[in-house]
């Protein structure tokens, strides 16, 4: 397994449509088990294929130490129930902002063995579901925000953007201490 470069904002692959799986290979295998290291390293709680460079419609998950994967995710049910709560985004490092959206989905994907399965989620995962699924259809946690706070968010991002040449995050060789900079009480996806 390794550790892989996170892309952030402004690389054009975070804006790219991804490309349904249609097999589950050894090479998807491995691609998800380095998504999982690369994540645990960044400490984040959610990572999507465009985030590491990739094309494909897939994503991974981990919250309270259960591991989801999720291959060609469709979201197939949202509650009218709206929530809203503080993002983060491991493409968007050091930039939060509070997103509304809806509160549960039921989520239809394919698993690691390429069988089909749907999952009805709550809260945190539910959003975090739909985090990824947005990084899957090229948006990002941004585009949701009014446009007097993307600026503020932009500005932000501006100021520090310098530390990503090329808009590629070198996770495996940031410090322990870097990595503590990035935490926050509300994870980054
Ligand atoms: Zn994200």
């Given at each position: 397994m390794s550790i892989l470069d996170i892309r952030v904002l402004g690389d054009p692959v975070l804006r790219q449509v991804t490309t349904p799986v249609a097999e589950v290979t050894d090479e998807i295998r491995r691609l998800v088990a380095d998504m999982f290291e690369t994540m645990h390293h960044a400490r984040g709680i959610g990572l999507a294929a465009p985030q590491v460079g990739r094309t494909e419609r897939l994503a991974v998950i981990e919250i309270d130490g259960e591991p989801l994967v999720v291959i060609n995710p469709e979201i197939v049910e949202r509650?009218?129930?709206?929530?809203?709560?503080?993002?983060?985004?491991?493409?968007?490092?050091?930039?939060?902002?509070?997103?509304?959206?809806?509160?549960?989905?039921?989520?239809?994907?394919?698993?690691?063995?390429?069988?089909?399965?749907?999952?009805?989620?709550?809260?945190?995962?539910?959003?975090?579901?739909?985090?990824?699924?947005?990084?899957?259809?090229?948006?990002?946690?941004?585009?949701?925000?009014?446009?007097?706070?993307?600026?503020?968010?932009?500005?932000?991002?501006?100021?520090?953007?310098?530390?990503?040449?090329?808009?590629?995050?070198?996770?495996?060789?940031?410090?322990?201490?870097?990595?503590?900079?990035?935490?926050?009480?509300?994870?980054?996806?």
């Open positions: 509650s009218s129930a709206k929530d809203k709560a503080e993002e983060g985004c491991l493409s968007i490092p050091d930039i939060y902002a509070d997103v509304e959206r809806p509160k549960d989905v039921v989520v239809r994907a394919m698993d690691l063995d390429g069988s089909e399965y749907e999952i009805e989620a709550t809260e945190l995962l539910a959003r975090c579901l739909q985090h990824e699924i947005d990084h899957l259809d090229g948006r990002l946690f941004l585009d949701y925000l009014s446009v007097l706070k993307r600026t503020a968010a932009l500005t932000k991002w501006k100021l520090q953007q310098d530390k990503y040449p090329g808009f590629i995050r070198r996770t495996a060789l940031e410090t322990p201490e870097e990595r503590k900079r990035h935490e926050h009480p509300d994870e980054e996806l």
